[in-house]
């Protein structure tokens, strides 16, 4: 199980812990209003996706709670969600397995996570 701080998850964020098979990503966003979380495959030094671009976000995202999952938004490369004020999760199963820092953990506002 991981955690990661408000600081650690805003502006570029942070990398990402290896995740094989299921993971529950739990949040709180202490502020009144709504932020976001996204999970991003790192881009190759042109800042692009190409060929050799892992597709991390590929997977089944499930069991939501206090989140709309209406708001999530997925591509091959790329996970946002809308958090709602107070505390929240969601699961992730990635089709294959997430390499260490090979995506990006990011943020806005003091959110925090912990993935277990």
């Not at 991981?2 to 600081?7: E, F, N, P, R």
């Not at 997430?98 to 925090?112: E, K």
Request: net charge negative; glycine share 8%.
């Amino acid at each position: 199980m991981a955690t990661y701080t408000a600081a650690q998850l805003s502006g570029s964020g942070t990398p990402t812990e290896v995740l094989s098979g299921a993971k529950t990503f739990t949040l709180t966003n202490p502020s009144s209003g709504s932020s976001y979380f996204t999970i991003e495959t790192v881009r190759n030094s042109n800042g692009f996706y190409d060929s050799t671009s892992a597709t991390n976000a590929l997977g089944t995202y499930a069991s939501f709670t206090g989140i709309d999952s209406d708001t999530l938004i997925t591509s091959s490369y790329i996970s946002s969600v809308v958090l709602p004020s107070g505390a929240s999760s969601y699961q992730f199963t990635p089709s294959s397995n997430v390499a260490v820092s090979s995506s990006m953990l990011r943020a806005t506002g003091d959110v925090t996570l912990t993935i277990s």
